[in-house]
């Protein structure tokens, strides 16, 4: 998921699903890259469980998959959210330590 | 940054940092790759910069930046966001119709 993410070319096809569905062509037309070059991303982004896509006629519509997205959020924030409850407790601990020296302190 | 986080041992690494500093021996304890390949792979996550590291004698200490995770984070929770509100709105507009359909059938 996060090689998916890795790319520009992706992030960016990602910033259009996210406003709405789009075919592969609508996909292409901001992209300064050839057509074959898009479906590749679109492999690897389907591929990641980020985009799916459907075939109706000759049009294959992609749309964002909300829930892997949801995952990569998740992984990313619980480490996060790890970190900082460290730094939280590290802060509460120097501020008892604070507090201890000052009681010790001859008034 | 996503490229960063797009390696397994990569993300052993942020796993271990997230728990609290590591000097480089520490974050290579439990993986199965050489010294060298986990200052390589420090060395990716600094560049990203989701790590710090500050030599100290000869110990390297490493420690997470929350703020570049926030970045990350922050980047896929908005396109999650949108596409979420666009399914709200979405529905809001279907509601809407059905309400419209039912007050012009007869009664």
């Known amino acids: 998921m996060f090689h998916?993410?890795?790319?520009?070319?992706?992030r960016l096809m990602l910033d259009r699903l996210a406003g709405g569905p789009a075919?592969?062509?609508?996909?292409?037309k901001p992209?300064?890259?050839s057509l074959p070059a898009v479906v590749q991303h679109l492999?690897?982004?389907?591929?990641?469980?980020?985009?799916?896509?459907r075939k109706t006629g000759r049009v294959r519509t992609c749309q964002i998959e909300p829930q892997a997205l949801g995952t990569a959020e998740?992984?990313?924030?619980?480490r996060r959210t790890a970190?900082?409850?460290r730094l939280d407790?590290?802060?509460e601990f120097l501020?008892?330590?604070r507090e201890q020296s000052k009681n010790r302190r001859p008034r």
């Not at 492999?43 to 896509?53: A, I, N, P, Q, Y």
């Not at 998740?74 to 619980?78: A, M, T, V």
């Open 4 to 10: 998916a993410l890795a790319d520009a070319n992706r």
């Open 23 to 28: 075919s592969v062509s609508e996909l292409a």
């Open 31 to 33: 992209l300064s890259i």
């Open 43 to 53: 492999r690897v982004l389907e591929g990641s469980g980020l985009v799916r896509s």
């Open 74 to 78: 998740r992984w990313i924030s619980e």
């Open 83 to 85: 970190w900082e409850q």
């Open 89 to 91: 407790r590290l802060g």
């Open 95 to 97: 501020a008892e330590l």
